[in-house]
């Protein structure tokens, strides 16, 4: 945890100083950044990103830039300059995390984020007309799922400053996403309380206990979990990744589900697809 501040266009961490333009004199540009390591220590950021331009994905490609490059290291930083990045696009908090999230949503629409196949195969997996994303994050599956593909949705994620997000950016589209704070390995639900639960790009957070989480989706599922992680040679540390994760893993999960035979496959990564059924209860 850090205490950022910010005043006007200029956001401030412990890490990290971001805001538009150029950070100062000797700045390196990477893309849409550029950058210099300050007086103070911290990573001096700088960016041509604004109201129009600003979204998941084009935040997430020029931060890359910089990881590349050794410049931007571990999970708080990356996640401060992130937040900066966005919050200093315009003047307003508020604006800047409303264009977010809707350019954010139309590049998924549109197949322009490098999710969009993720979440395109994910809402085809859909059982049942009610849903919990676990781990939402910023929410943007749970607002897909919410627009046309099931009558009742939720999402929770161990975050509040996420959920806040979240539940603003549902309000403000008249959503019916009903969001909670919460655990993954002890979710905030009844027994087979929906139809289908997704970990999407979760497991790979948990320092441990993704056998629990599994178990605890199992039992807020009335029909089927769905589980999505990514394939990587090393574990992506300024993601918050804390393991590559392999077919082999997938396989094992399975079989301490109790369902060895459990759909696997791979598009984007791996899935691992199990059924509600066999809780049982």
């Known amino acids: 945890m850090t205490t950022a501040l910010l005043s006007q266009t200029r956001f401030v961490t412990d890490y990290v100083v971001v805001q538009q333009g150029s950070p100062g004199s000797g700045a390196q540009r990477v893309g849409a950044l550029r950058w210099r390591h300050g007086r103070t220590g911290r990573l001096e950021i700088g960016h041509d990103l604004d109201l129009a331009t600003v979204s998941d994905a084009r935040m997430v490609a020029e931060l890359d830039g910089l990881v590349q490059r050794g410049v931007l290291e571990g999970r708080q930083q990356f ?129 441990g206990g993704a056998d629990l989480a599994i178990a605890e989706a199992l039992r807020v599922a009335r029909g089927r979990v769905v589980i999505a992680v990514p394939y990587e040679q090393v574990a992506s540390a300024h993601f918050g990744h804390h393991h590559t994760l392999t077919p082999l893993t997938l396989a094992r999960w399975a079989e301490t589900a109790g369902q060895p035979d459990a759909l696997t496959f791979s598009d984007h990564g791996g899935w691992l697809v199990l059924s509600a059924d066999h809780n049982g209860r």
């Open 79 to 207: 996640e401060d300059a992130a937040t900066g990045v966005i919050l200093t696009c315009a003047d307003d908090a508020g604006d800047c995390w409303r264009a977010f999230y809707a350019n954010s949503l139309r590049e998924l629409s549109a197949g322009r984020s490098p999710f969009a196949p993720i979440h395109r195969r994910a809402l085809s997996l859909i059982s049942g007309s009610s849903l919990l994303e676990v781990g939402c994050c910023f929410g943007f599956f749970a607002l897909q799922a919410a627009a046309g593909h099931c009558a009742d949705v939720y999402a929770c994620d161990i975050s509040a400053g996420a959920v806040r997000l979240l539940d603003e950016a549902a309000r403000q589209r008249t959503s019916n996403v009903q969001v909670d704070c919460g655990d993954a390995l002890a979710l905030p639900y009844p027994d087979d309380f929906v139809d289908t639960v997704t970990l999407i790009h979760l497991l790979e957070h948990l320092p």
